[in-house]
């Protein structure tokens, strides 16, 4: 079976034991390559009794997928809106707002280097782990399968998505993390919802994240589009310009002025009719993220 070598400590355990113990329950016998062997990515599951591999298998496919929660993302999911020049212009207009409106500007933690790049505005359905060239191919293999699928091929009504008002994560305005704008579908249809949990279920072999959107029972992703985080603060200190005391690069925010003058601003309207697949941290020449997948429809 194909493992990632990301993953063959975990499925080994402290001094073995994890392995062992599987051997033992199942009784199976596995070997898990050493490093630079041309099999690298591939565990062999030797036993008498075909369920007692399928078994073993099913183990270590446990295993695997706790284990990818604990990687940190490589790649995600995405619908861009910021490549809609009108929503980027109007998401552009915002942020020239906030810059240059002295009591927004001013408060805790914000500056230029917490926007989202305006070309980069996007709609994250799936974070996932990719831990080789095979998953890789996994995601394109998902992508072929998605573009045939009856969901995407039969829809003969453009779906369009309102982006419009903002709202932050956690409970404290006065100590933000992620400034979000909001987005619903136009229509009453119910068709973008099917499609984006079709697309969630559809990445889970994959995913490093798990139902993050459990308490709707419609979604199983929040749909959301960041607009300011504090994690994309520039790397090191900054000096505030309003009282000229340093902060560290992970502070948080205060939106509160933000959100009471701009709480209701509109970004505008987009077709939802491109799927990407994105590289964390990684871009093209028009500085948007470098894709590895994408699903026109």
């Known amino acids: 079976m194909h493992v990632s070598n990301t993953f063959f400590r975990f499925i080994i355990g402290k001094r073995g034991q ?9 009784r199976t016998h596995f070997k898990i390559p050493r490093e630079g062997d041309n099999q690298s990515n591939f565990i062999h599951i030797i036993g008498r009794e075909k369920s007692a591999i399928a078994l073993a298998k099913k183990r270590i496919e446990q295993l695997v ?4 929660l604990k990687q940190n993302i490589t790649h995600f999911v995405s619908i861009p809106i910021g ?4 929503v980027r212009e109007r998401y552009e207009q915002f942020k020239s707002y906030i810059l240059s409106d002295v009591k927004c500007s ?3 933690g914000i500056d230029e280097s917490v926007f989202q790049n305006g070309m980069r505005f996007h709609i994250t359905l799936r974070a996932l782990y990719l831990g080789d060239l095979i998953e890789h191919k996994q995601v394109a293999k998902i992508c072929e399968t998605l573009k045939s699928t009856t969901l995407l091929r039969e829809q003969k009504n453009p779906i369009k998505l309102h982006v419009k008002g903002l709202d932050i994560m956690n409970d ?12 619903e579908e136009v229509s009453s249809d119910s068709s973008f919802k099917k499609i984006v949990n ?3 279920d559809c990445f889970e072999p994959l995913a490093k994240d798990s139902n993050r959107f459990d308490d709707n029972a419609d979604l199983k992703v929040k749909i959301h ?23 560290s690069a992970n502070s948080k925010m205060d939106v509160t002025n933000i959100l009471q003058k701009y ?6 309207t987009v077709t939802f009719n491109q799927l990407h697949i994105c590289g964390v941290g990684q871009r093209d020449q028009d500085e948007y993220y470098l894709t590895i997948g994408k699903i026109d429809f």
């Open 83 to 86: 490549l809609d020049q009108n």
């Open 106 to 108: 001013t408060s805790k």
């Open 198 to 200: 079709h697309i969630f």
């Open 172 to 183: 404290d305005p006065m100590e933000a993390k992620i400034l979000y704008a909001k987005v």
């Open 18 to 26: 994890t392995k062992m113990n599987i051997e033992s329950e199942t």
């Open 65 to 68: 997928k706790t284990s990818r």
């Open 263 to 268: 709480g209701d601003y509109d970004f505008g």
């Open 225 to 247: 589009a960041t607009i300011l985080n504090s994690r994309y603060r520039n790397k090191g200190q900054f000096e505030a310009s309003n009282n000229h005391l340093k902060q």
